[in-house]
């Protein structure tokens, strides 16, 4: 069972969608919602093999020759951009509003 729902809630769940989609229209309903699922399982699937096989490539010698002359900055090395404060920005706007009298 879906975690969550019990039977007679499933029940109740497909006697409303029969009631308001009718019994034509339901099974309809019911192998479109499936290939979309299927769909989006072979396309999560499709990603994850992708996403493995760069892991699986190995470093090439070139990348390896960045490394080791230290051209590559480490996340330590680089420097982080300075942040813009709400109270900067208020005195700038208060200033400039006296200096236009």
């Not at 399982?41 to 499709?46: D, L, P």
């Given at each position: ?23 034509k229209k339901l ?55 300075p942040a813009y ?17």
């Amino acid at each position: 069972m879906i975690p969550g729902f019990h039977g007679f809630d499933l029940i109740v769940i497909l006697i409303i969608a029969l009631l308001i989609f009718g019994p034509k229209k339901l099974p309809e309903m019911g192998s479109a919602i499936g290939k979309s699922i299927k769909e989006f399982r072979k396309g999560m699937n499709e990603l994850t093999a992708h996403k493995e096989e760069e892991e699986k490539l190995p470093v090439s010698s070139k990348d390896m020759s960045k490394l080791s002359q230290g051209s590559v900055p480490l996340q330590d090395e680089v420097p982080a951009k300075p942040a813009y404060s709400e109270v900067t920005r208020t005195e700038t706007t208060h200033t400039e509003l006296h200096s236009n009298d």
